[in-house]
């Protein structure tokens, strides 16, 4: 059976993610994308993962710099994810605050969680290049919400009880 690339989005649309800003240096400015693509890999070393399309400018900067940071958005903060998807690679960072934790990259100010990670590994796959970021730092400034991506559209924990439902509840 021949599953398309249209077959393969539209299956990937039901799998709820995380939203994210990928973030890098570049020539000492900081650059971004939106990405879903962030899976932890291993608790000890501390690694995770991001999937960068090779065409995506931050894909150079990752590579440049061997140091990327993994912002998770807050439920809140639907319209600075609509901007990074918006906006010229330039100009998104106009006007947002961040921070150098350990490596430099961008540490966005308010997002839910920042891991600051050193390139360890790169490996090709298909159109993307799966980084694989040794975590050096992290920065968790209040636990809320996250912002999560489902079927075309953001959307919150909304339903749930305020704490979640603990797995293999009833
Ligand atoms: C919901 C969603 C998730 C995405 N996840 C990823 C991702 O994990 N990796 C990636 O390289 N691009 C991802 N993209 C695409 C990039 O956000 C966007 O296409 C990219 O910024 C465009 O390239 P540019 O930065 O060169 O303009 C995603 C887009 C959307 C709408």
Redesign the pocket.
Known sequence: MHVSSDDFRFGMRHLA?A?NI?SSLQDGEPRG??????CSVSAEPPLLL????R????YEAITGSGRFCVNALRANQHALARN??NV??KCRFDGLGWTSLSTGAPAIDGALINFDCEVEQAVTAGT?MIFVGQVVATRCEGETDPLL?FRSGYAGLGGLPEDGVPMGAA
């Open positions: 993610a939203v990928v994308l939106l990405a879903t693509a962030v991001v999937c960068i399309n065409s995506a400018s931050l990074f998807l010229e690679s993307h991506y």
